[in-house]
């Protein structure tokens, strides 16, 4: 079902269309409860981040291996040249910020990983709005799903929560593993005021909203970016709904048409600089956050 389908029997006002492009696809999962003779329906799924995150996270492991597997001592080709540089660019980052080397074998390739993963997954933005949502629109309900169909994973909070949420794991173990849990849990409550009896349940309650600022802000950070350049590419397809239809220049949908192809191409080369830098953002955020584990206060 296209947007206008779904709006009713008339063209989807600009509105509508937005409203349309921002629900996710979903299923309902329910089963009867025996005790209560009831119907206890599960929070729906945003099956579109599932499915896209983890396929283009699959193809950034990928070729991450391929390079690695085809690594020659010799003159290196285009490919693993671009990788290697972006392997070095990373380890000198993590260098700056973790200077514990053991730790860096892991946290290294992670933050590669990272990089990566969310740079594919911001650079789903890139493709047109409608191409493969119109795709889905007659194969959704088939399945058993509703026809909608978002293709950019950090555009939805719950991804970027869940990246967040495991970069604040990692963090909690490295505390543990560099301090020990008793030095851990000493810094939990004579830091950052002092080892002091009184100050104890301060110290407790001003780490515990440090550890959910920093997992809030990582994540909420790059949600709203995405969120809002998605949310432009939205806007300028709308100046070109009637281009294909329009080729009179005397007419202003000529021009709106003519706008469309202007905006839409420099705000993609724009966006190009965007997705790369929230992806960098994103990485050195998680560097930064693993070597604040390996310190003391």
């Known amino acids: 079902m296209s947007a206008a389908e779904n709006a009713g029997t008339h063209a989807p006002t600009s509105?509508?269309?937005?409203?349309?492009?921002?629900?996710?696809?979903q299923k309902n999962f329910s089963f009867e409860n025996v005790e209560q003779k009831g119907i206890i329906d599960f929070s729906l799924f945003n099956f579109d981040s599932l499915v896209y995150s983890i396929l283009l996270g699959a193809i950034g492991c990928f070729f991450l291996w391929r390079a690695a597997s085809k690594a020659t001592s010799g003159v290196p080709g285009r490919f693993q040249a671009a990788v290697e540089i972006l392997s070095e660019m990373v380890d000198n980052?993590?260098?700056?910020?973790?200077?514990?080397?053991?730790?860096?074998?892991?946290?290294?390739?992670l933050?590669?990983?990272v990089f990566v993963w969310i740079f594919l997954m911001n650079a789903m933005d890139m493709l047109p709005v409608?191409?493969?949502?119109?795709?889905?629109h007659s194969a959704g309900p088939a399945l058993g799903f509703n026809n909608y169909m978002r293709v950019v994973?950090?555009?939805d909070v719950s991804t970027t929560l869940g990246l967040s949420s495991s970069v604040l794991l990692v963090c909690l173990v490295y505390n543990i593993k560099i301090k020990g849990i008793g030095g851990w849990a000493?810094?939990?409550?004579?830091?950052?005021?002092?080892?002091?009896?009184?100050l104890y349940p301060v110290n407790f309650l001003m780490q515990m909203i440090e550890f959910a600022a920093k997992t809030m802000s990582h994540g909420m950070r790059l949600f709203g970016n995405m969120f809002a350049g998605e949310l432009v590419f939205m806007l300028i397809a709308l100046m070109g709904g009637t281009?294909?239809?329009?080729?009179?220049?005397?007419s202003?949908?000529?021009?709106?048409?003519?706008?469309?192809?202007?905006?839409?191409?420099?705000?993609?080369?724009?966006?190009?600089?965007v997705i790369t830098l929230q992806a960098f953002i994103f990485m050195m955020l998680t560097l930064i956050y693993v070597g604040q584990a390996h310190d003391s206060h």
Do not use: C
């Open 93 to 109: 980052q993590a260098k700056g910020v973790i200077h514990n080397a053991t730790s860096r074998k892991l946290v290294s390739p």
């Open 111 to 113: 933050a590669l990983t």
């Open 153 to 155: 994973p950090t555009a």
């Open 130 to 136: 409608d191409a493969i949502p119109t795709l889905w």
């Open 243 to 250: 281009w294909a239809w329009q080729f009179n220049p005397l």
């Open 15 to 25: 509105g509508e269309y937005i409203q349309h492009h921002l629900h996710h696809l």
């Open 186 to 198: 000493h810094e939990l409550i004579a830091a950052p005021f002092g080892d002091k009896w009184f």
């Open 252 to 273: 202003g949908m000529f021009w709106l048409g003519f706008g469309h192809v202007v905006a839409g191409t420099v705000w993609s080369i724009f966006h190009i600089l």
